[in-house]
């Protein structure tokens, strides 16, 4: 069987392995976004997870890269002559190269090198070391040997780093994003709100995936800042409104709500509650992140916890919430 591997969407992958980072006061956000994109629960201490769905590895924030599995065995000889009977071509105006993925079962760097040349060998075609054109990931799990395509994930969280605006203390784009798709894992299938967006790092990041989602704030430089920075991005400056949330109409598959808060004013128990009942009108599911603990404003106002994670900054503690309305 020929087999010509480019870079084409009528190509769909099912046995994927996915390659993640991330640092350990993130790990708990990294695990429950990487369960709700890809359905499957994250084993600890291990920096891969196999799955079925097909994601663009470039959503996740902690995503390295993605492998589209080929060929699989036991035995590495195996694993070779199972290369070969796919007898795979890259086309004339291509170029390939095979690399060692490290965050399998750890080997010597000139061992790594020896086992990407031989599987090389097995592949009709130019090779190129650096910015080839299609690179193949060779992979040794506990009890096996895998093969295939590795896509690696590009960083847009980073290019939305440094906006025009910023609040100290708001989420920083990669959290922005995940959080996104703990709230959103279907992506563009469904819409979103975020009632007190600040800035609109949230907004961006949904943006950025192709999720039709609006915003609104009460604070009118929150908004300023969020239409310019919208606006610096390419995106419609009117998605955001300015406006007290309790106020607001309409209703989104999902939302994600920041509790506002500052040094000077801490919201109320009743101004919590307010704001958890309106967003339960607004949307069925939600993340809610606050500064300290809600369990109690959440069933209070209907609010069931599917998952709670915290992430640290410093001595800066944030409580993220998935929850689901029980109205």
Same mark, same amino acid.
């Given at each position: ?42 084993? +600890? %201490? ?22 589209? $599995? ?43 090198? %020896? ?18 054109? @299609?690179?193949?990931?060779?992979? !040794? ?17 980073? !290019?939305? %780093?440094?906006? +025009? ?9 990669? @959290? ?10 279907? &992506? ?58 309790? /106020? ?11 509790? +506002?808060?500052?040094?000077?004013? $801490? ?6 509650? &307010? ?13 809610? @992140? ?28 944030? /409580? ?8």
């Amino acid at each position: 069987m020929l087999m010509t591997h480019t870079h084409n969407k009528e190509h769909h992958p099912t046995d994927l392995i996915y390659i993640y980072a991330c640092h350990e006061s993130e790990q708990a956000l990294c695990h429950l976004e990487l369960q709700r994109l890809l359905g499957t629960n994250v084993p +600890p %201490k291990q920096a891969y997870l196999r799955s079925t769905r097909l994601i663009e590895p470039s959503r996740s924030p902690f995503m390295k890269l993605r492998l589209e $599995v080929i060929a699989e065995n036991k035995e590495y000889d195996g694993l070779l002559a199972d290369i070969d009977s796919h007898a795979i071509q890259v086309p004339k105006d291509r170029t390939f190269k095979v690399v060692y993925i490290k965050e399998g079962v750890h080997c010597p760097y000139d061992e790594q090198r %020896k086992l990407e040349r031989r599987a090389g060998e097995c592949i009709t075609g130019t090779a190129k070391m650096k910015d080839p054109d @299609i690179t193949y990931g060779l992979m !040794q799990l506990e009890n096996t040997w895998v093969f295939g395509i590795a896509r690696y994930a590009e960083p847009i969280w980073l !290019q939305h %780093k440094n906006k +025009p605006y910023n609040y100290s203390t708001g989420l920083s784009s990669r @959290i922005a994003r995940a959080i996104v798709n703990v709230a959103a894992p279907e &992506g563009e299938k469904v819409s979103m709100m975020d009632p007190c967006c600040g800035m609109g790092n949230v907004l961006i990041e949904a943006l950025s995936m192709g999720i039709k989602i609006r915003g609104n704030d009460l604070n009118p430089l929150a908004i300023r800042g969020a239409r310019v920075n919208l606006e610096h991005y390419g995106y419609d400056a009117n998605l955001v409104t300015l406006g007290d949330m309790n /106020d607001l109409m309409g209703h989104a598959d999902r939302a994600v709500l920041d509790l +506002p808060y500052n040094l000077c004013s $801490v919201l109320s128990m009743e101004e919590q509650l &307010g704001m958890l009942r309106s967003l339960a009108r607004l949307a069925d599911e939600a993340v809610i @992140i606050s500064t300290e603990p809600l369990e109690e404003q959440l069933n209070r106002s209907g609010w069931r916890i599917q998952h709670h994670v915290q992430v640290t900054k410093g001595s800066f503690t944030r /409580d993220i919430w998935l929850c689901e309305h029980q109205g």
